[in-house]
């Protein structure tokens, strides 16, 4: 493989897609195409850099997850269980490799202004109530999930395994 070649320190798992439906219409491509970007992509990434970070002896692998991966979520079943499943597998791989200095943590965004949550943001009457329930009282900006990578990044986490660090302006604590 291509990436033996390199050493690696960190890597973030942050493609991600969307796609809203109530699940009793929610499309099989939809399902799919979801899944294998919020999900299957990160477990193909995390085992090709985990291979390089474990001969290594030290890596940090940083994960998106999402503040619906601890919630149901509305009209987004695919995204809710892939992140789900993130957080799952960040635990898992934390459990094989933390004996091996490969530190494996993930970040829950809350509401974050991308392309993402642009048609909640689009609608009124559904950003207003979204926004009354953050306690930060305005939905994130990309620049504010920069913090809990670097720290994750970071020697600060030499002991930190399978966390999950939610970056959400305080909805979760609701």
Known sequence: MVLDAFRLDILVNNA???RRAAAVTHPAEDWAA???VDLDAVFHLCKAAGRIMLDQGHGRIINIASMLSHQGGIRVPSYTAAKHAVVG???ALANEWALHSVNVNAIAPGYIATDNTAALRADPDRERSIRDRIPAGRSGAPEDL???AVFLASDAVRYVHGAVLPV???WLAR
């Open 168 to 170: 959400d302006g305080g």
């Open 89 to 91: 597998l960040t635990r």
């Open 146 to 148: 920069v913090g809990a």
């Open 34 to 36: 979801v899944l294998r």
């Open 16 to 18: 991600g897609i969307i």
